[in-house]
Structure formats: C-alpha cells, structure tokens
C-alpha cells in the first residue's frame, strides 16, 4: 500500500501519528500509530468513550508515556447521516480510511431486519414511507434520521474490505453469572468464515421471476420440483475462502499453542458446501501444516493414542452435536473453524454460557486489515443513558492491542476488567444477577477498570 494519504471528501489525516503498515505479511506498527474508529449507532454514544479511555490508559501505563494511539474519527450509520447527508450510511471515505491504515475499531451499528421501505438510526424502528412515499419523519421518536432501507453496514463493512475471518474468543471471568455449573472450562476461540454462506447475500423473495427462474433451473437439472411460493436463497462455499479460514485458524492455534483445530460443518446433509468445507479443512492442513498437525485418525494408528508434543490435533463435528459438545465436554475444544451460518450460532450459544454478548470481544480479519467490534446490537432505548455494559467493545480493543503487538496494554485491560468483576462494581446488567454488587454507570465502570490494571 502507498504511504501516501487517500483522498478523502471530510475526512482530514491528524497532523501527527504514522499508518500502520504491512511487509511480507506482518504489520509494522509505529509508536504513534493512526487506527480509526465508528462510534457507533444507540449505546455507541456511551459505551466508545469508555473503551478508549480504558485503551489510552492501558497503553500509556504499559509503555510509560512512550507509546500512544492518534484516533481518526470515521463515520457509518446515524454519525454517517449527520456529517455527510441522506442515505449517506456508509460513507466511501470509511472505507478508504481502514483501507489506508490497516487497524481500525468500531462499536455497534444498526441492522435493518424487516422488509420495511425505511428505517430510523436513532429508535431503529422500521418503517415505510408516508403517503408521497418520502420517509417523512420517524413514526417513533420522530427524528429526521430516517434513511432507506440497507444491507447490514457490518457485513458491507466486511465484504467490502475482504474481511474474510470472523473470530470470536469467549472466556469466562471469575464471578459473572452464568447458566452452566462450570463455565470456566469453556475457552475458545472461534473462526467463522465472514464472505460466503448466507452472508453473501444472494436471495430472491417468493414470487419474483428469479426465484421462478432459479427454480426452474432446480426443477430441470435434479427433477425436484419446490413450492412454487417458496423464497430463494443461495450458499456459495468456496475452496479458497475455506482454505484461507481454516489456515489463519491453524496459524493461530500454532502460534499460541493451542491443541485442537476443530472444523463445525452439516456435511452429513450438504455434501458439496459443508461437507468440502471439511474436506477442504483437512487438505490445507495436511498440504499446510503436516508436519504441525495431526488427524484423530493418526492418533490411534500412528501414535497410539499418545499426542505428539508440539502438534496441533486438527478434528470435525457435525454442527448440531457440536452444541452438544460445547455444553458437555467444553474443555475438549480450543480453536473452531466453521462456515458462516454455524459460526454465528454457535459463537452466541457459546457467550451465553460465559455471561452473554456484553462480554463477548470480536474481530474481523483479513491478510493485512484487522477490524475489531462491539459483537452485540445498538440498544437505542438505552443511548445516552450512561448505563451499558462497555465490556464488548472494551475487549475488542485488547484483541485489537494484540493484534498491534501491544500484548503488555492488552493484559493491563484483562487485569483491570477481571478485578473490576471480582470486586462487584459492575454495570446494571449484572449487577441485577450478583448478589452484594455495587452498581456504576458505563463511564464509572471504565474508571474502576482503570483503577485496578495497578
């Protein structure tokens, strides 16, 4: 990439700070790195400044002053509407920006879910048009922020920038509540593949002439015939975006010294999508990374049922006994790598069990951008309250200082989060669920964090 800034349309380069950059596949990050950020739509307004309080805190007590994050405030949903105009979500200078500079976070953003004409960015209801067919003012709040209907920003945001690995870690922290007796033996990490599957958005509503057309085209090349109502979807998985999933998945697992490797498919139904995304999985590693791995298979006929020390297991289940498995034997899996519809389940199930979304981080990765997020929705009931649990976004940004190499900040945020649960003092959300707890706002809440990264 050129070190020379893009040009963008409202967005001005801060005057100090140095891009983050790439070389032979390992970023460069410089003492002063410029990384943007979306405040994000709802409970954004209040749970961003938290999480760069608690980050620039982290990193000025880890490094003594030395190091420091130069923000860039980009923009995408209501912040997009009001600093660049109408249907103006997702702004091309956002994406220009992330592009440039590699490392970027952002907070929760609205997704539209109905088939409505309209949607607000600052209630989130869905509406349509009034009698002329202009949005009008919001019927709910009545703000001006009415926008057409859009695709998620998120998954724009990931398709566009070629995004192609979703991770999600989900841990337990000492005290939080949980619906499982021991939810300290669940700690993976889970890769979902971030491009394909239903996330490429490739459907037809009932009646339309494509879905006629596509079913047309299924009725003459298998002789089955579907309901002539039936709405259309279609879920492309590819061996290129299976493989390159599945090796940042075995890197990863490499690099950190995880155990297992664990590929979550419905192979035993879709032989061609899931079923090769397994296949697939194992011809990477076994291509990739032979000498690194091994299969359950050569556990028993070449190593006796003994692990060879320093080599990753590399596994599959079948997607519906794997939520079985995470909540029976969660101690058995370290790293999962899976197809998008899956990953999004199981991801949710698996933070269920630790506590919920409010504690669950979330990356989005490609070969050289890494994009870091808030993993729950906007709650716009709750904006400018000063009452949301700030934890998401918090530990999005030690997935972040981890990924820039800044491993000391991050495990500042880890200590100062941990102690903070211990000690009681916790946002609404959980102090409803703990006895004795001490209840603080979301600002207070990034204050006590501070406080105990000692």
Not at 48 to 53: F, N, T
Not at 216 to 242: C, E, F, M, Q, Y
Not at 317 to 328: C, N, P, T
Request: charged share 25%; net charge negative.
């Amino acid at each position: 990439m050129s070190d020379q800034s893009p040009s963008f349309e409202r967005l001005v380069p801060p005057a100090d700070g140095h891009r983050i950059t790439c070389e032979n596949g390992r970023l460069c990050v410089p003492d002063d790195p410029i990384v943007p950020y979306i405040r994000g739509d709802g409970t954004g307004v209040d749970i961003w400044p938290a999480a760069q309080h608690v980050i620039d805190s982290a990193v000025a007590r880890a490094y003594s002053g030395r190091r420091r994050i130069v923000w860039l405030r980009t923009y995408a949903g209501l912040d997009a509407l009001q600093e660049y105009g109408k249907d103006a979500v997702l702004p091309a200078d956002t994406v220009r920006a992330i592009q440039h500079y590699l490392v970027a976070i952002k907070g929760p953003l609205t997704t539209p879910v109905g088939g409505y004409e309209y949607v607000c960015l600052e209630c989130a209801l869905e509406q349509n048009g009034d009698a002329s067919g202009a949005p009008g003012h919001c019927a709910g709040c009545g703000s001006e922020w009415v926008t057409a209907r859009f695709r998620s920003l998120n998954v724009t945001l990931r398709q566009v920038l070629d995004l192609y690995a979703c991770v999600r870690p989900v841990r337990w922290f000492r005290g939080v509540p949980s619906p499982v007796k021991h939810p300290e033996r669940l700690n993976i990490i889970i890769f979902r593949e971030n491009t394909e599957d239903v996330y490429s958005g490739i459907e037809f509503p009932s009646g339309s002439a494509e879905a006629a057309e596509l079913m047309a085209l299924v009725s003459r090349h298998t002789g089955k015939n579907l309901r002539a109502d039936s709405g259309i979807g279609v879920k492309p998985i590819s061996a290129s975006g299976t493989k390159r999933l599945v090796r940042k998945a075995l890197q990863h697992a490499i690099a950190q010294g995880r155990q297992t490797v664990t590929l979550v498919h419905k192979g035993n139904i879709m032989k061609f999508t899931e079923g090769a995304f397994r296949d697939w999985g194992y011809e990477v590693a076994r291509e990739e990374f032979g000498p690194d791995t091994f299969t359950e298979k050569e556990l028993w006929e070449e190593f006796g049922g003994v692990r060879p020390s320093g080599r990753v297991l590399i596994n599959d289940r079948i997607a519906d006994s794997m939520f079985q498995q995470v909540l029976l034997r969660p101690d058995e899996y370290d790293v999962v790598a899976t197809p998008n519809l899956n990953g999004d389940y199981l991801s949710d199930a698996c933070a269920a069990q630790t506590g919920g979304l409010g504690l669950a981080p979330g990356a989005n990765l490609g070969d050289e951008i890494g994009l870091f997020e808030a993993t729950h929705g906007t709650a716009p009931k709750h904006a400018g309250r000063n009452v949301i649990n700030p934890s998401s976004v918090i530990l999005s940004g030690k997935m972040m200082l981890d990924y820039m190499g800044w491993q000391e900040a991050g495990e500042l945020v880890v200590r100062g989060l941990e102690q903070t649960i211990e000690q009681k003092r916790v946002t609404y959300d959980l102090e409803r669920q703990m006895e004795g707890a001490e209840k603080v706002s979301t600002s207070g809440f990034a204050e006590c964090i501070v406080e105990n990264m000692g």
